[in-house]
């Protein structure tokens, strides 16, 4: 069922369009694909349809996908017909698998699942309708913390920037991205919100057009200047001088700091470093991948020719033309100043500094 539910309050308050909303057993998500021009709303309650929502790019965004994949593990527990424990867990892992199937890059998807999956593995003393009650919560407060988390990191990441600040963004780490409030959004909302002067340039970012569709229509929401630009536009604005630092999101930072995003923020980090430009980083703690040890371990999608060859049914390119269509690059630490997180900035060696940030955060 769609519903068109306008959600100005929210926008109003300066913390973003929430994208996920969970009542009456029902997660409510707004369908990204549409925006700018339409916002519905689509009901999930299955975790087969919310593993397709998320591979068709209905909710998007690491952290997002996240909070979406936690509902779509609550959905598939709720439907195992069992009072075995032991089955419950065997079934359930199959629910968490299928979930884990649909988007390869955004470490937070696997962070939630096994985060749900060990909470069920913690409660296995439990009679089976208790571990499933307990899981509904813990869905709920995946949901719940990754705003706090948000708007902590925003204003850890607010105080880099100075009293006037030009800020190049790409992609869309906004609250669409999030559970609400944004990581690289965040930071900026954060800075408007403490009275900084903060006008922004967003990358339309091609193919998927999350810059023009999605941050251009957030922030003029939030009523912050925005200006559009083209992907390609980027490196002659911050020959202009007109760039003061560069802000996006993530999907997956290894240990050493090499972060997996938007396909498109490698290049702007090596034209921000040619411009001696800041490049930051935001991405709450649960983005990063300790397990690897640098970004040429991560995953990177490739998606559906036809994100480049056509703009909705309008096709671009000559049929049967050869495509490349990676959905995320890699970007050295070397070229990022710094990595801000809901625990504070690390910067320097992130060896070292990333895991003193995660110090004592349930990851
Ligand atoms: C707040 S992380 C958002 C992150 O996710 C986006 O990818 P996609 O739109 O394909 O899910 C992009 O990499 C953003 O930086």
Redesign the pocket.
């Known amino acids: 069922m769609q519903t068109n539910i306008p959600n100005r309050c929210a926008a109003a308050a300066g913390g973003g369009v929430k994208p996920l909303r969970y009542t009456g057993g029902v997660l409510q998500m707004i369908d990204q694909r549409r925006l700018p021009t339409e916002e519905v709303w689509l009901d999930y309650r299955d975790y087969r349809e919310v593993a397709e929502a998320i591979r068709t790019?209905v909710v998007?965004?690491?952290?997002?996908?996240g909070c979406a994949a936690a509902f779509g593990a609550w959905f598939g527990a709720r439907d195992i017909d069992t009072d075995s424990t032991a089955a419950f867990l065997e079934q359930f892992a199959a629910v968490c698998e299928l979930l884990a199937a649909s988007?390869p890059t955004?470490v937070n998807l696997f962070w939630a699942l096994e985060r749900m999956q060990s909470f069920a593995r913690s409660h296995a003393d439990r009679p089976v309708l208790q571990i499933k009650i307990a899981l509904e919560y813990e869905a709920l407060a995946i949901l719940e913390e990754d705003e706090r988390i948000n708007r902590a990191m925003g204003e850890h990441g607010q105080k880099l920037l100075p009293e006037r600040c030009r800020i190049l963004t790409?992609?869309?780490?906004?609250a669409l991205?999030?559970g609400g409030y944004?990581?690289?959004l965040g930071v900026i909302r954060a800075a408007a919100a403490a009275g900084k002067q903060i006008e922004v340039f967003a990358d339309e970012t091609r193919p998927?057009l999350?810059g023009s569709r999605l941050t251009a229509w957030e922030l003029q929401r939030d009523g912050i200047p925005t200006t559009l630009i083209c992907d390609n536009m980027a490196g002659y604005l911050m020959s202009q001088g007109r760039v003061d630092c560069v802000i996006?999101?993530?999907?997956r930072i290894a240990a050493n700091g090499d972060t997996a995003?938007?396909i498109g923020?490698y290049s702007l980090a090596v034209l921000a470093k040619e411009h001696g430009i800041p490049f930051y980083v935001a991405?709450p703690i649960s983005?990063i991948d300790f397990s690897l040890t640098d970004g040429r371990q991560i995953p990177i999608e490739e998606r559906d020719p036809r994100e480049v060859t056509h703009i909705g049914e309008q096709r671009l390119a000559p049929e049967d033309i050869a495509v490349y269509n990676p959905?995320?690059d890699v970007t050295p630490a070397r070229l990022i100043t710094a990595i801000i997180t809901e625990n504070g900035v690390a910067e320097g060696d992130f060896v070292h500094t990333l895991p003193e940030l995660a110090e004592g955060t349930k990851r």
Do not use: L, S, W
């Open positions: 790019m998007r965004g690491a952290p997002a996908i988007r955004a790409h992609c869309n780490a906004g991205a999030t944004g990581t690289a998927f999350q996006v999101g993530a999907d995003n938007k923020t991405a983005t959905a995320f």
